[in-house]
C-alpha cells in the first residue's frame, strides 16, 4: 500500500515525541516504567530508546543499589542537547533568555527601551542579546526564539496588529524580521499567553486558571479544559481593558474607567490591588474559574499586598461555598515569567516533533 510507509513514520515519530514528554515530565523513568506510563509495548520501548540515546537526546543514570537484584537504570533527557531563546517584548525593556532542553535558564540579557522606540530598533536590540546569548553554544542546537509580547497580535500569522500604547505598530510581521535578523524559527505570541504557558509547562493542564500579568500593561492567560485558549483571533485575555466605571479617566485603548487605567491611577499599591480584584472577580464568575495565578513586575515589587487585596476582594464579592473556593497564588517565577514561556513555547514544538 502506498501510504504505508508514511504511516509507519508517523507512528514512530509519534511515539518518540511519547516516550520523551513521559521522560521530561516524570524527570527520569526505567524502561519499564516508560513503557507502563506510555502504553507502548517493551518492544516498542527498546526499539525507540536506542534510537533517542543515539541522537544524544537522552542519557542514562545507573542508581545505587537498592538491596538484592540489578541497579536501576533511569533514562532521562539531556539538558545540553538543544537549547532554546524566549523574549519578553514590553514597552520600556526587553529581556531574553536562553534555556536549556529541560527549559531552564542558563543566562539572559536584559536591555532598556527608549521611548518610541520602532519596530526596526526593537528587532535589532533582540538580535543582538540573542547573539551574545547563543555565541558560546553550538548554533544547531539552538531550536529557535520565542517571544512573548505586548498586544494585541495574531500568534498564527506572527504580526503585531496594533499593540497598546506603542505608537507605529501596526501591522508589523515581527516573526518575519526577527527570523530574517536572527535567522532562526521564531514563535510569536501575547506575553499574557506565555505566562500562562511558564506556569504550566511541562506538565500541561490542572485547575481552569488565570495567570494575571501586571506589568506595563495588565492581561490574563487563560488555562482552560487543560489547554491555553488564545481565542479564534488569538487576542482572549485582554482583561485590562473590561471596564470597571464607564465614566472613568481615558484608558489607552480609547475606553474609559478600564481596569489597567484604573489600576495605574490608583494613590496606593493597595488601592491598586484591591481594584486588580474587583476586576477579577467579574473573570472568575464568568469562565468558573478555580485559580489566579498573580504575575508581572508590579506583583513582584508587592507580592504579599496583591495577594491579599485580590484574596479579600474576591472573598467580599464571590461569597461561595467551600467547593468552589478560587486559590490565589503569586508566581514563583518572577520577572522572567514571560520569556521563560516564550521559550517554552518553542520547546512544546520540539517535543511534538523532536528530531
Same mark, same amino acid.
Given at each position: 500500500?502506498? &501510504?504505508?510507509?508514511?504511516?509507519?513514520?508517523?507512528?514512530?515519530?509519534?511515539?518518540?515525541?511519547?516516550?520523551?514528554? +513521559?521522560?521530561?515530565?516524570?524527570?527520569?523513568?526505567?524502561?519499564?516504567? %516508560?513503557?507502563?506510563?506510555?502504553?507502548?509495548? +517493551?518492544?516498542?520501548?527498546?526499539?525507540?530508546?536506542?534510537?533517542?540515546?543515539?541522537?544524544?537526546?537522552?542519557?542514562?543514570?545507573?542508581? !545505587?543499589?537498592?538491596?538484592? #537484584?540489578?541497579?536501576?537504570?533511569?533514562?532521562? @533527557?539531556?539538558?545540553?542537547?538543544?537549547?532554546?531563546?524566549?523574549? +519578553?517584548?514590553?514597552?520600556?525593556?526587553?529581556?531574553?533568555?536562553?534555556?536549556?532542553?529541560? #527549559? /531552564?535558564?542558563?543566562?539572559?540579557?536584559?536591555? !532598556?527601551?527608549?521611548? #518610541? *522606540?520602532?519596530?526596526?530598533?526593537?528587532?535589532?536590540?533582540?538580535?543582538?542579546?540573542?547573539?551574545?546569548?547563543?555565541?558560546?553554544?553550538?548554533?544547531?542546537?539552538?531550536?529557535?526564539?520565542?517571544?512573548?509580547? @505586548?498586544? !494585541?497580535?495574531?500568534?498564527?500569522?506572527?504580526?503585531?496588529?496594533?499593540?497598546?500604547?506603542?505608537?507605529?505598530?501596526?501591522? @508589523?510581521?515581527?516573526?518575519?524580521?526577527?527570523?530574517?535578523?536572527? &535567522?532562526?524559527?521564531?514563535?510569536?505570541?501575547?506575553?499574557?499567553?506565555?505566562?500562562?504557558?511558564?506556569?504550566?509547562? !511541562?506538565?500541561?493542564?490542572?485547575? $481552569?486558571?488565570?495567570?494575571?500579568?501586571?506589568?506595563?500593561?495588565?492581561?490574563?492567560?487563560?488555562?482552560?479544559?487543560?489547554?491555553?485558549?488564545?481565542?479564534?483571533?488569538?487576542?482572549?485575555?485582554?482583561?485590562?481593558?473590561?471596564?470597571?466605571? *464607564?465614566?472613568?479617566?481615558?484608558? &489607552?485603548?480609547?475606553?474609559?474607567?478600564?481596569?489597567?487605567?484604573?489600576?495605574?491611577?490608583?494613590?496606593?499599591?493597595?488601592?491598586?490591588?484591591?481594584?486588580?480584584?474587583? &476586576?477579577?472577580?467579574?473573570?472568575?464568575?464568568?469562565?468558573?474559574?478555580? /485559580?489566579?495565578?498573580?504575575?508581572?513586575?508590579?506583583?513582584?515589587?508587592?507580592?504579599?499586598?496583591?495577594?491579599?487585596?485580590?484574596?479579600? +476582594?474576591?472573598?467580599? %464579592?464571590?461569597?461561595?461555598?467551600?467547593?468552589?473556593?478560587?486559590?490565589?497564588?503569586?508566581?514563583?517565577?518572577?520577572?522572567?515569567?514571560?520569556?521563560?514561556?516564550? $521559550?517554552?513555547?518553542?520547546?512544546?514544538? *520540539?517535543?511534538?516533533?523532536?528530531?
Amino acid at each position: 500500500m502506498p &501510504g504505508t510507509g508514511v504511516n509507519l513514520r508517523g507512528l514512530r515519530e509519534h511515539n518518540r515525541a511519547l516516550l520523551l514528554g +513521559q521522560i521530561l515530565r516524570a524527570g527520569g523513568l526505567s524502561r519499564v516504567e %516508560l513503557a507502563e506510563r506510555s502504553g507502548l509495548t +517493551q518492544q516498542a520501548v527498546s526499539k525507540i530508546v536506542p534510537e533517542l540515546l543515539t541522537t544524544g537526546l537522552l542519557e542514562e543514570q545507573r542508581l !545505587p543499589a537498592a538491596g538484592v #537484584g540489578k541497579p536501576r537504570t533511569l533514562l532521562r @533527557v539531556r539538558p545540553n542537547a538543544r537549547y532554546a531563546l524566549g523574549a +519578553q517584548l514590553d514597552r520600556d525593556e526587553l529581556r531574553v533568555l536562553l534555556v536549556d532542553l529541560l #527549559g /531552564r535558564p542558563l543566562a539572559a540579557e536584559v536591555r !532598556p527601551l527608549r521611548a #518610541g *522606540f520602532t519596530p526596526d530598533h526593537a528587532v535589532s536590540v533582540l538580535a543582538e542579546a540573542a547573539e551574545l546569548l547563543v555565541a558560546d553554544v553550538d548554533r544547531a542546537l539552538v531550536l529557535g526564539m520565542g517571544v512573548g509580547a @505586548v498586544g !494585541p497580535l495574531d500568534h498564527r500569522e506572527g504580526i503585531v496588529r496594533d499593540a497598546t500604547n506603542l505608537p507605529g505598530w501596526h501591522e @508589523v510581521p515581527l516573526r518575519e524580521l526577527l527570523a530574517a535578523r536572527t &535567522g532562526l524559527p521564531v514563535i510569536l505570541d501575547k506575553n499574557t499567553n506565555t505566562a500562562a504557558v511558564a506556569q504550566h509547562w !511541562p506538565d500541561g493542564g490542572g485547575a $481552569a486558571t488565570a495567570v494575571v500579568l501586571v506589568g506595563t500593561g495588565i492581561g490574563v492567560g487563560l488555562f482552560i479544559d487543560g489547554r491555553l485558549y488564545r481565542g479564534p483571533r488569538t487576542n482572549a485575555g485582554e482583561f485590562g481593558h473590561t471596564t470597571l466605571a *464607564f465614566d472613568g479617566p481615558r484608558c &489607552g485603548c480609547g475606553r474609559r474607567g478600564c481596569v489597567e487605567v484604573l489600576h495605574n491611577a490608583a494613590a496606593s499599591t493597595g488601592e491598586a490591588a484591591g481594584l486588580l480584584g474587583i &476586576g477579577l472577580a467579574d473573570l472568575v464568575q464568568v469562565l468558573d474559574l478555580e /485559580r489566579v495565578v498573580l504575575a508581572g513586575r508590579a506583583v513582584h515589587a508587592a507580592p504579599d499586598v496583591y495577594r491579599e487585596a485580590v484574596e479579600a +476582594q474576591l472573598a467580599e %464579592l464571590l461569597p461561595v461555598p467551600h467547593w468552589q473556593r478560587i486559590r490565589v497564588e503569586v508566581s514563583e517565577l518572577g520577572e522572567d515569567v514571560v520569556a521563560l514561556g516564550a $521559550a517554552a513555547e518553542v520547546l512544546t514544538a *520540539f517535543y511534538e516533533n523532536p528530531k
